[in-house]
């Protein structure tokens, strides 16, 4: 059990920090905590959604390719959570500035999934457009092309975290590498890429030989990129959050104390409680004293006084948040009878344990 929450590093080794990093004006140095070898003519950024700095020390030998790069941990941002990290890595913004906050949160009063775009009132893109809770532009607003799922064009998600770049779809994974060499020949200057196997994976079959041969397979794209690539082209390896083994850890909160809230949003391991009028104080109390235990218990106040989503949160985004947060400290999950899916997720992300909140920062020069 971690003490402390692993808190993002905003202000540094994040990764909110990449893209503008790789973006600057030529001639303006990296970051200290950039690997050297980021420094290229051109750069590939393969985001791999769900590879955790832990998982990927405990697999380093199933991981020839990836062991190989140089580099070390970041922080991802809070919550560990795909829809925020995602945006953050795109726009390079905090949570607190780009405004989504999580991957259900409170927004008009409807609760948003955002990966989705959906509420009870079903889809929402047109009561709450994308670019309207999230109106900043990605990438500096330069426009890249960015090679991801073909089926995520067009979807509310990617019209908030994406729009204004060149959306290369692709369908199998082997295509990813090849879309990658032919960019790079036409002489794109930053290409970003996007693969999420290795999170579907961990969701539904949890850690062992499922997961180990997603990995080995993770590996081959990594060395299939680099193959062609080259020796002045650069690849950045990174990811939006680690994971956590929770299997039927599912933690169900009393009765007496679900009385005093109005609604939930969050997802299991950052489960928000939006209280009943009047009753934040006593709901404050009531989750201290049920779930302090295995969980950090914060305040809305807490969370923004400490920065948890950046230094500086306007109050409309704040808005988002509920009144009490049950951050689970342990590999637990905490239910929510409107948080579910096709199946029971065996791995999950969300909180703030270095499991979940480091991810790899690597870098390679090309092969070819």
């Known amino acids: 059990m971690t003490d402390q929450p692993v808190l993002p590093q905003y202000s540094g080794a ?50 020839p390719n990836l ?16 829809a925020t990290a995602l945006t953050s890595i795109a726009t390079g913004l905090t949570p607190a500035e780009h405004g989504l906050v999580g991957y259900r949160f409170d927004i008009g009063g409807d609760i948003i999934n955002v990966l989705r775009w959906h509420g009870e009132r079903g889809d929402l893109r047109r009561s709450h457009p994308p670019a309207d809770v999230q109106p900043f532009t990605p990438f500096l607003g330069e426009s890249p092309p960015v090679i991801t799922r073909g089926e995520l064009e067009g979807s509310g998600f990617t019209d908030a975290h994406l729009r204004g770049s060149r959306l290369v779809g692709w369908r199998t994974a082997s295509a990813i590498a090849v879309e990658v060499g032919r960019q790079i020949d036409k002489g794109e200057r930053f290409v970003y890429a996007y693969y999420d196997g290795i999170d579907k994976t961990a969701h539904e079959r949890g850690f062992g030989p499922y997961y180990d041969a997603e990995l080995v397979n993770v590996d081959r794209l990594v060395g299939d990129v680099l193959s062609r690539l080259p020796a002045d082209a650069s690849l950045i390896i990174t990811a939006d959050h680690g994971q956590v083994a929770v ?7 009393a009765t007496a104390l679900l009385a005093m809230v109005r609604i939930q949003s969050g997802e299991g391991r950052f489960r928000w409680f939006h209280a009943k009028p009047g009753a934040q104080a006593d709901l404050l109390d009531a989750c201290r004293d049920a779930h302090q235990h ?37 590999p637990i999950t905490f239910y929510d009878p409107a948080d579910s899916g096709p199946y029971e997720l065996i791995c999950r992300h969300g909180s703030l344990t270095a499991a979940e909140m480091l991810v790899p920062l690597l870098a390679s020069a090309g092969r070819r």
């Open 14 to 63: 994040n990764v909110r920090g990449i893209i503008p990093a790789l973006l600057a004006p030529r001639g303006v140095p990296l970051p200290r905590w950039m690997p050297a070898a980021a420094a290229a003519a051109q750069t590939v950024v393969l985001v791999l959604d769900g590879l955790g700095w832990e998982q990927l020390q405990e697999r380093l030998l199933l991981a």
């Open 67 to 82: 062991a190989s790069m140089t580099g070390g941990p970041i922080t991802t941002v809070a919550p560990s959570t795909t």
């Open 247 to 253: 299997g039927d850890r599912t933690v169900r909160p």
């Open 294 to 330: 295995h969980a950090w218990v914060v305040s809305r106040e807490q969370v923004i006084d400490e920065g948890w989503f950046g230094p500086v949160i306007a109050a409309p985004v704040a808005s988002r948040l509920g009144d009490v947060a049950l951050v689970a400290r342990e």
